[in-house]
């Protein structure tokens, strides 16, 4: 007897234990760039994003998204492109986001996640590195690291903190 369950293995044909439906909620994967000071996790690079540059070009967001999460503090990240993998993700959001041609990364931590009355799915690939200090980058009106143990939740945007969360950088109780 065949299984009823409908698998996350998407093909454009009917195939045995496959599904060609995309879920109502829909599906992201992303990448995300984690980096601290060196010898404090707590401070974390983030940007204000700047809403006139190409977001919908580095990061996957519309002019009126980017507009939208110019006000909170968010990570460097972007959803993967079509056929990238994520670390070829972290290093063109390196290079896009922040003008690093090279950085060393640990990951990529994968986390998942499902939520909404359409059940979205997210998919989190999460690399973490160290640097000393970045430069300005015209994709922020403002980069600097930030002590996210004392940054209340209501001042990051996208629900970056929960990606901090599960990295175990960000203190939900605390914001």
Known sequence: MATERKFTRFNPADRPVTTR?????????????????????????MGHLNP??????????????????????????????????????????????????????????????????????DIHFVFVGERDQVGQHPAWSDLAFVDVNDTPRDQIARYHEDILALIGRWNPARG
């Open 21 to 45: 439906e995309i879920p109502e909620g829909g599906i992201c994967l992303s990448t995300f760039v984690v980096i601290s000071e060196p010898g404090h996790s707590e401070r974390i690079l």
């Open 52 to 121: 006139s540059a190409p977001w919908d070009h580095i990061g996957a967001l519309d002019p009126e998204r980017a507009e939208a999460n110019s006000h909170g503090w968010m990570l460097p990240s972007s959803h993967l492109l079509l056929g990238e993998s994520p670390e070829a993700a972290a290093d063109r959001i390196l290079k896009e986001q922040l003008g690093l041609q090279l950085l060393e990364l640990e990951g990529p931590y994968v986390y998942s996640e499902v939520y909404g009355a359409k059940n979205h799915w």
